[in-house]
């Protein structure tokens, strides 16, 4: 047998044998968990609001509405001079929709825990919580809001995604996402502003409970959708 040196720190290291890409695994992945959600899922609204990088963007202005407070407060604070606001919706900013930025349809698979009696600056409030799996591409963020077929109102307070890397690349939204989970969609009581925005119950859940669907959703329905759809 023979003799191999120690390796000399000072010689820079061999790059090792590096995997290419193979994005249709990906695709294929991506396929299978919406294929799952179409299957045994439900349908849902996902409702996008304006928030401060849009305003600092330029894509959006202050709400003359609420904004009617201490300037300096709101500023600081970054919040509405008060929640229930018939034009932001509590966003504190406003486009051509209000407070809405956009609103789209997408299937989704829940999973839920048991409803709480909880007590918070709203008061007594009955509360319940879930995970939501969404399909890979499907943006939000915390502070938006997700309506369910069964006229129930829930907003986000976190999200993450499943990646797959299936070669040496930078994970992205788009190229190795196979889903999304949205944590702790919680529960909004029928007195918070998000049941100001429209649709109104009986349009939310006709569109979001097609009977006999067998034919590609149709969601370009202006007088029930109040923003951009994506």
């Not at 949205?182 to 049941?195: C, L, N």
């Amino acid at each position: 047998m023979s003799y191999l040196p120690p390796p000399n720190i000072n010689q820079v290291a061999m790059q090792p044998w590096t995997a290419d890409p193979r994005p249709y695994e990906v695709l294929q992945q991506q396929w299978l968990a919406q294929e799952a959600m179409w299957h045994y899922g439900e349908l849902v609204a996902l409702v996008s609001m304006w928030s401060v990088k849009d305003y600092a963007a330029g894509n959006c202005a202050l709400c003359t509405t609420c904004n009617l407070g201490d300037p300096n407060i709101q500023a600081a604070y970054k919040q509405p001079g008060y929640e229930k606001c018939p034009t932001c919706y509590g966003a504190l900013y406003v486009g051509p929709h209000g407070g809405v930025k956009s609103f789209f349809i997408r299937p989704s698979l829940w999973t839920w825990g048991e409803e709480n009696t909880v007590w918070g600056r709203r008061g007594e409030t009955e509360r319940q919580e879930g995970n939501v799996i969404l399909p890979a591409g499907t943006y939000v963020q915390v502070r938006d809001y997700i309506f369910r077929g069964d006229g129930y109102r829930f907003q986000v307070n976190s999200w993450s995604g499943a990646h797959l890397s299936t070669g040496l690349q930078a994970q992205s939204h788009t190229e190795t996402a196979m889903a999304y989970t949205v944590q702790v969609a919680r529960e909004e009581p029928t007195s918070s502003a998000a049941y100001l925005i429209p649709p109104n119950q009986e349009t939310l859940i006709g569109l979001l409970n097609p009977v006999g669907m067998r034919f590609p959703l149709r969601t370009s329905w202006p007088q029930a959708l109040p923003g951009p759809q994506y």
